[in-house]
């Protein structure tokens, strides 16, 4: 049984007499690992190490010796992408197809961090623009903050973490990093990929343990300087209660909306539409959870849909062939499983799938639902699609914004001029036009309005926000006598 723990300073703290959790495979309730969970005094250690090294190492380090030590661990994590993508479907039950498109898009987070570490740059202000301003020079420096504290949820574990440390890392900063309980493993195994890269070892340290007693006092920790947070709604909200004036961005949940204008072609987006809803079993926050499909189109869509959707292949997320698995747990998959029956009880209708064996919820395709139904109006995490027909333009931009969440939508239109003026309207981080709500690339400015989050990811996004603005200026006006 593998046995692993926090990494303080490069040691990891795994000793028998702390308190262990264990990590079971979601599909198979294999047992994976036993964790030892970190202490109030271990991350008092952590952060201890982590201001350190700040201030002994990565606040002068060279940036090029930063990129270097990033560009290594990308090149690391690229040789090892088979053991990653085998982890990540372990611990999280993810599909084999989908792990390793995540340690792909890991990889290229680093290199991202690696070209832009050596691309943060200030500006010179023109001085003489304000009265008496005259013979005097400022500009401004982007100067790394300190210790910043990442804490990530289980569905990404790999290319979220990544989007955290690999920045932090890129502006100079250093790391406490408290990863998902749920999914350990691979956590453990990134941090020590960046110490083999050349990362100094106090520079990026791992603590495990659960959330309220472990992450909640790092978020209140007087030497953390920021908080980086892609997880739930109500931890979000704490989080931003308890960080006091240290920044914050928090990447937080959707019920991302997905519009079908008439004019397009059916079959060619249905496709897309099954993966944006049923990757990972909807455990993905910009999952195309309501989709609202033009009148004249719905039952055409809507038959395709379900009769490929019931064509997925689901099973076991190591078998290379596996589309489909399970969530991330038994109580996860009730809960859900609950939300349909409440939708039920109110009207709504199940298209396909509905049923529940242990973890694994079948994708699950509803009709007849309404704006006060949990499985459109809350984040529903799970693979459940709402499908809503739809008249007018107007009607279907005030459906899709009718929601406390906004964070990526899709539009599918010909119509250039109309798909340009609903991506105006729709209150929402981000739109695609003629793709799915659920595409992201790593190198475009991520995060919500609303209650989907505050700030943006999206590397060199995440870079600006890992660092503060220092003002210097001089006074050229020097009129004391030389000797
Ligand atoms: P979660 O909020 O339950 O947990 C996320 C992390 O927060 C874990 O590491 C957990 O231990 C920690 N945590 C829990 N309580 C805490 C506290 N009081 N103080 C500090 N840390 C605490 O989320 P999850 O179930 O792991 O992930 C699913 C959620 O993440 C969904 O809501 C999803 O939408 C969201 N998510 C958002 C994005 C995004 O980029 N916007 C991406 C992925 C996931």
Request: charged share 25%.
């Amino acid at each position: 049984m593998m046995r692993i723990g926090s990494i303080i300073n490069g040691h990891d703290y795994k000793e028998d007499h702390r308190e262990t959790m264990a990590v079971y495979n979601p599909y198979n309730q294999d047992h994976v690992a036993d964790i030892a969970l970190a202490t109030v005094e271990d991350m008092e250690e952590a952060i201890q190490y982590s201001y350190a090294t700040f201030h002994s190492t990565m606040k002068t380090m060279p940036a090029y010796e930063r990129a270097d030590i990033l560009r290594n661990a990308a090149d690391l994590l690229a040789e090892r992408k088979d053991e990653f993508a085998r982890i990540i479907s372990i611990e999280a039950g993810k599909p084999l197809i989908y792990s390793r498109g995540e340690v792909d898009r890991g990889v290229q987070v680093i290199r991202f961090a690696a070209e832009h570490a050596k691309h943060i740059s200030g500006e010179v202000i023109p001085m003489d623009a304000a009265h008496g301003g005259e013979n005097r020079l400022g500009f401004v420096k982007h100067v790394p903050l300190g210790v910043v504290a990442a804490i990530t949820p289980f569905n990404f574990p790999l290319n979220l973490s990544l989007h955290k440390i690999a920045p932090a890392i890129a502006a100079g900063n250093t790391v406490v990093f408290k990863p998902a309980e749920k999914t350990p493993v691979s956590a453990h195994r990134l941090t020590m990929l960046f110490h083999e890269a050349g990362l100094p070892k106090g520079s990026l340290n791992l603590l495990m343990g659960r959330g309220e007693e472990i992450g909640s006092p790092l978020v209140k920790h007087k030497d953390v300087h920021k908080v980086t947070f892609t997880g739930s709604l109500p931890v979000g909200r704490k989080i931003r209660e308890e960080a006091g004036f240290k920044k914050v961005t928090l990447e937080l949940g959707s019920n991302s909306p997905n519009i079908l204008f008439e004019d397009i072609q059916v079959e060619r987006v249905i496709d897309d539409l099954i993966k944006g809803a049923f990757a990972f079993s909807g455990q993905v926050c910009i999952s195309a959870q309501r989709l609202y499909v033009h009148h004249s189109i719905f039952d055409s869509f809507l038959a395709g849909y379900i009769r490929k959707t019931e064509a997925l292949v689901i099973g076991d997320p190591l078998d290379e062939k596996t589309q489909f698995g399970p969530m991330i747990d038994e109580d996860e998959a009730k809960r859900a499983k609950q939300w349909i029956e409440d939708a039920v009880d109110k009207g709504a209708t199940i298209k396909s799938g509905g049923k529940r064996e242990g973890p694994l919820l079948s994708p699950t395709i509803m009709t007849n639902v309404d704006h006060n139904m949990k499985i459109i109006a809350d984040e529903v995490f799970a693979p459940i699609v709402s499908v809503v027909p739809f008249e007018t333009e107007t009607e279907v931009v005030a459906m899709a914004n009718d929601s406390r969440y906004g964070l990526q939508a899709g539009v599918f239109t010909h119509d250039i001029n109309r798909a340009l003026r609903v991506a105006d309207q729709l209150e929402m981080g981000g739109v695609w036009i003629n793709d799915i709500s659920t595409y992201r690339q790593d190198n475009h400015p991520y995060g919500g309005v609303k209650q989907s989050g505050i700030g943006r990811e999206g590397v060199k996004y995440a870079i600006d926000d890992m660092t503060d603005m220092k003002f210097i200026g001089v006074n050229l006006n020097d009129k004391r006598p030389r000797a």
